[in-house]
Every structure is written in structure tokens, then in C-alpha cells.
């Protein structure tokens, strides 16, 4: 199996460090019941008031409540005081947040070793998710010694549980051949069943399989429904890559330009540069509206912003262009534009949701594998756009 251009190697992804979910609600704690005091005669049966499940709770509500601004201020500092007082009451999903926090460093110190010791506290707690999370570290050599083998046996012991994320996890170290040659059956096995879980993304993935990659049966309109299942979850690389898919064949996608621009508007919010190039190649080229040198020289350049030396790299003929088609007062009040949406929207998020829901933190850096053993970080990407 081989990558039609290069901008397709952005599919093979190791995602660095897998998304951490945290509950407003925080996780119950189990009952404080002696098991050897028997219901007697004349006495309920019902199980005893645990003091503790409604102090954790508290917490836990407080922390989320501080780390979104739900009724008071967002403060990431009162957010990760709370969680850290559940997490040390036992709480496994506290513990797991602290994990986040402490990976990105929000409320507290950035410390990769303190990340991976709430990860593995969270996962001896039960939590499913911290023990993805230390998986991904120890893949990566995150705040403890890398090792392959045992986190491709974490994956493994996941998976056979049902866990998509992880199963998402083997289809990619199957495809990059990480810890064993490459193996594109296995890693398709992988993503479908992951897909089939409705796993946002095994279902970009597979989408991806089916409109990009050279060697590999084509479908685009199978693509686009995998696309769209996993754009409509809120996964921003499926925004991006549907959007560029009904940009391409809209006959075989069963969508309309402007429901292409919407995806592409969406993606770029969330910090996708190849949905903000997207939007600047459409008006530079006025496919379907004026054309536009003003917006187009926007767009590319909140690109550049976004997406460092690659995005220069992509965009860096076109925004020459539109140097010459502006004057430099207009180009000097763009760039100032730019800097006020780019504070608005000031980082890149792996999901993005239309409906309040208990919070998702993406706490994800992606890779793209150059070759066996080595990795440089590059935006994710589907269907590359036109340059």
C-alpha cells in the first residue's frame, strides 16, 4: 500500500496523547458498607448514606463547573483544586483529569511525570481511560520509560474489552508498523470494528481508506457517509476531510458547496490550518463566488498562524498573490483582523460539539510517522487541500 501524494502520510497518525473525558459529576464512590454487618430483624436492608459519594460529588461539580464557566468564572486554578480534592478521595475520573491538567499544565505546573503517575493512580482506580492514557505514554516515552511492546499489550488488553479508542490505537501501529512490520489487513481489521463501535475516529479513518489512499479499493461515496457519521460526533479532521471530499466530487458526495464552506468554517474555529488554507484557496480562486483577494488573504494567513512551517509551505505562492493584489494598508488591517479572531480562537480542539454535554478535553498532539521510530508533529490531516 502506497500514498497517492504526500500529504497522505498525514493519515498515519500515532496520536500522542488520547483524549481525556471529564465529568462535571465527577464518579461515585463505592459504599462505605461493612460486609460482615448482616441485616438483622427489624432492620433495613437499604444500603447506608455514604458521606463521602456526596463530598466527591461536590467536588467533582465544583471542579467541572470552574473549568467551564458553568455559574462562576472559569478559573483553571479553583478547576484543578477541586479535582485534585476528589482525586485524592479516591475518585478515579478526578484523577484521571488531574492527569490532563497536569499534561498540559492548566491550573497547576505542565509536568509529564506527574501526568503519568495520576494516569496510572486513575487506571488502579478502574478507569479505562487513564489506562489508554498511560498506553499512549509509555508508546511515546511521556513522563516514563518508552516501551513499544507494553503498550501495544495495554492496547491489546483494552480492545479486548471493547474499548474503540484502543482498537483505533492497533489499526494505526499495524499500519505504521510500530513494534512489528507493517500490516495493512490487520490495521483495516482494526478500524472496522473500531468504525463499527461508531468511533469517530476509526470512522475517519476508514473514511480515509476509502478516498485517499493509493492501492486501496476507492468509494467516495462510502468516504463521505463515514465522513459524516464522524464529522457529525464533533471530530474535526472528518469536518475538514468531508468538506474537501464534497468540494472535489459533490456528485458522489451528496453535499453542496455550502454545506462545504460550513464544514470548512467549523474545522478552522477548532484550529484546523488545512480547513482555513481551504477557505482561502476558495476565494482566491472565487469557485462559486467572487472572487475574493481580501478573504483569501485572510484565511491563508490565519493558516500560517495555525499551522507553522508546513502551512508557510503550502500557502506561500498563494499568499504572494495576494500580496501583489493588495495594497499594503489592506494587508496591514487583515494581518490586525487576524490577530483578534486568532485570540478568539486560540487553540486547536480534536472535538467540537453543538450540543452542551458533560465536557470533552481533547488532550491529543498528533503525529505523522516519516518513517519506523520517528515522528515529527504535523496537523492531522484527510484529503490535503488544493494549493
Same mark, same amino acid.
Given at each position: ?22 465529568? %462535571?459529576?465527577?464518579?461515585? /464512590? ?103 492514557? /498511560? ?143 481551504? %477557505?482561502?484557496? %476558495? ?42 493584489? %493588495? ?61
Amino acid at each position: 500500500m502506497r500514498f497517492r501524494n504526500p500529504q497522505s502520510l498525514f493519515f498515519f497518525v500515532v496520536l500522542l496523547l488520547v483524549m481525556t473525558a471529564g465529568s %462535571l459529576h465527577g464518579q461515585l /464512590m463505592g459504599s462505605s458498607i461493612d460486609p460482615f454487618d448482616f441485616p438483622k430483624p427489624g432492620r433495613s436492608s437499604a444500603p447506608a448514606f455514604d458521606p463521602m459519594s456526596s463530598v466527591v460529588r461536590k467536588e467533582t461539580g465544583l471542579g467541572g463547573a470552574y473549568l467551564t464557566g458553568k455559574g462562576v468564572p472559569r478559573d483553571p486554578v479553583q478547576s484543578a483544586y477541586w479535582y485534585k480534592q476528589a482525586a485524592d478521595h479516591g475518585d478515579a475520573q478526578a484523577q484521571n483529569q488531574m492527569g490532563y491538567f497536569c499534561l498540559w499544565g492548566i491550573g497547576v505546573p505542565l509536568d509529564e511525570a506527574e501526568a503519568f503517575k495520576w494516569f496510572t493512580r486513575a487506571a488502579g482506580s478502574g478507569s479505562q481511560q487513564a489506562k489508554l492514557n /498511560m498506553a499512549v505514554m509509555i508508546l511515546n516515552g511521556q513522563g516514563t520509560r518508552r516501551d513499544v511492546h507494553f503498550a501495544l499489550d495495554l492496547f491489546t488488553q483494552l480492545a479486548q474489552k471493547g474499548n474503540t479508542r484502543a482498537e483505533g490505537y492497533l489499526g494505526i501501529l499495524s499500519m505504521s508498523g510500530v513494534g512489528a512490520p507493517p500490516d495493512p489487513a490487520t490495521a483495516e481489521q482494526w478500524f472496522s470494528k473500531a468504525a463499527k463501535g461508531k468511533n469517530p475516529e476509526a470512522e475517519y479513518m476508514m473514511g480515509t481508506l476509502y478516498c485517499d489512499i493509493a492501492g486501496h479499493q476507492h468509494d467516495c461515496a462510502r468516504a463521505a457517509k463515514l465522513f459524516r457519521a464522524a464529522a457529525r460526533a464533533g471530530y474535526v479532521p472528518a469536518m475538514y476531510a468531508l468538506g474537501a471530499l464534497i468540494e472535489r466530487h459533490p456528485d458522489v458526495s451528496a453535499g453542496s458547496y455550502l454545506e462545504a464552506v460550513a464544514l470548512f468554517n467549523r474545522a478552522a474555529e477548532a484550529g484546523s490550518w488545512e480547513a482555513s488554507a481551504a %477557505l482561502g484557496f %476558495l476565494a482566491r480562486d472565487g469557485k462559486e463566488q467572487p472572487q475574493d483577494w481580501i478573504e483569501a488573504f485572510r484565511w491563508l494567513t490565519i493558516a500560517t498562524r495555525q499551522g507553522g512551517a508546513p502551512a508557510e509551505d503550502h500557502t506561500r505562492l498563494s499568499i504572494t498573490l495576494c500580496r501583489q493584489a %493588495l495594497a499594503p494598508e489592506q494587508q496591514k488591517r487583515i494581518l490586525e483582523a487576524d490577530e483578534d479572531w486568532l485570540t478568539q480562537h486560540p487553540h486547536a480542539d480534536l472535538y467540537i460539539f453543538s450540543k452542551p454535554r458533560p465536557p470533552q478535553f481533547p488532550a491529543d498532539k498528533i503525529y505523522a510517522l516519516k518513517e519506523p521510530g520517528t515522528a515529527v508533529q504535523q496537523p492531522i490531516s484527510g484529503v490535503p487541500p488544493t494549493p
